[in-house]
């Protein structure tokens, strides 16, 4: 570790080399598991200074407390979201909307597009969302007696729901499954050009709900209107990059560690088949265990946070998957009990930037689980084989082979 690669504001006792990127755990392992490789955090200071903590290598400020990170993370002016974190692979300038708004657009854009993704909205979805499960599922168990869980369901299966709230065929499930793989884990060549593809598959879904009008979320946007005028192409292009690359990695993450687990304990598996109606509760406590974004904050002052001094311009990481393994806040943080009672994980975030679709998200692991153990006997992981797993800015799951008699 480099001194010159830390400000000069940050105390030496301060400083760690722990990073979602790089610690032990954090590289792609097989049979890895990086929420596990967390838990030494918590045994170091509440806030701490990591100088390799993002995608490009900044450092970054690390809240490990669940209820300091609440406190980032509601305060939406001291904490700012904008960094253009999707349109600097472009090496442009302009937000993800409404994540990267601050007030008062920020409340605009939020309070037009909350309606979208109500529980009553979701639940009007519910049907071709498990269809879509139930399809991709049954093919499975008529082909075969095992299968790449990640390939073949849960990406897949979130690509299909998107597109149905598009209004969209899956026709171009495969391409978009690659663009988003390349933008969110692949080379700056490969995250550019996935960057530019995913822009200009947004702006064809725009201009032709400008023409064909339906009942789907484009049209929604297209049609909308802020203080009385429409919105631009900028902004309509905002909003939908940030609901293509919001929902896609991060939910089939989440299914694909919660069926690694529950391959790996066959009673709780056996108590969610029995007990169907438990699964909305268990899958609250599988986003708390294996909660999968770092969220990351820029300070626009100078401010001192729980005694620490931090500096206009510091990047502030509030790591999900580091706050609900809070011991202050969970009891036995890291046993995994499907029965947990008041939940207050923050795996969708805290606070005015409350992940948009959390709702759906909820929704779409819950039918994913549901519809898996319904229509797939016993799973195990398959002999020989090792899930790779892989921490950073979004944790993940690969290589996942089940298989089943």
Known sequence: MQRDSIPDHVPSALVSDFSLFTSPGMAPTANGD????????????????SPFNTRDGRGTWVITRARDQRKVLEDIETFSSH???????????????????????HGIFRALLDPLFTPRRVMALERN???????????????????????????????????????????????????????LHGNGV???????????FIDEVAAMRRKQPAADFMTFVVRAQVESRSLTNE???????????????TVAAALGFDLAYLARNPEDQELLRREPDRIALAVEELLRAY?????????????????????????????????NRDPAEFKC????????????????????????????????I????????????????????????????????????????
């Open 34 to 49: 990086p929420h596990a490789a967390i838990a030494r955090v918590h045994g170091m200071p509440h806030i701490f200074y």
């Open 83 to 105: 960094r253009s974190i999707f349109s600097s692979a472009l090496g442009e300038d302009w937000p993800m909307i409404p994540l990267e708004l601050q007030p008062p657009a």
């Open 129 to 183: 969302v498990r269809k879509q499960a139930s399809a991709l599922i049954d093919l499975i168990a008529r082909m075969s007696t095992s299968c790449d869980v990640m390939k073949d369901f849960a990406i897949p299966f979130t690509v299909d729901v998107y597109l149905g709230v598009m209004g969209l065929s899956n026709s171009r499930s495969d391409v978009l499954i690659r663009w988003v793989s390349d933008l």
């Open 190 to 200: 490969k995250r550019t050009e996935a960057a530019q593809s995913i822009v200009n």
């Open 235 to 249: 902004e309509v292009r905002g909003i939908g990059v940030l609901f293509l690359i919001a929902g896609l990695d």
């Open 291 to 323: 909660s999968t974004v770092q969220i990351i904050r820029v300070a626009t002052k100078d401010v001192d946070f729980e005694g620490v001094s931090i500096r206009k311009g510091d990047l502030v990481s509030c790591a999900t998957m580091i706050a």
């Open 333 to 364: 943080p890291d046993t995994i009990d499907l029965t947990r009672q008041g939940n207050r994980h923050i795996a969708f975030g805290y606070g005015p930037h409350l992940c948009l679709g959390a709702n759906l998200a909820r929704r779409e």
């Open 366 to 405: 819950a039918i994913g689980v549901h519809e898996w153990l319904a229509r797939i006997p016993t799973f195990r992981i398959k002999e020989g084989t090792a899930p790779i797993t892989h921490g950073g800015h979004v944790f993940g799951v690969q290589n996942l082979i089940l298989t089943w008699s």
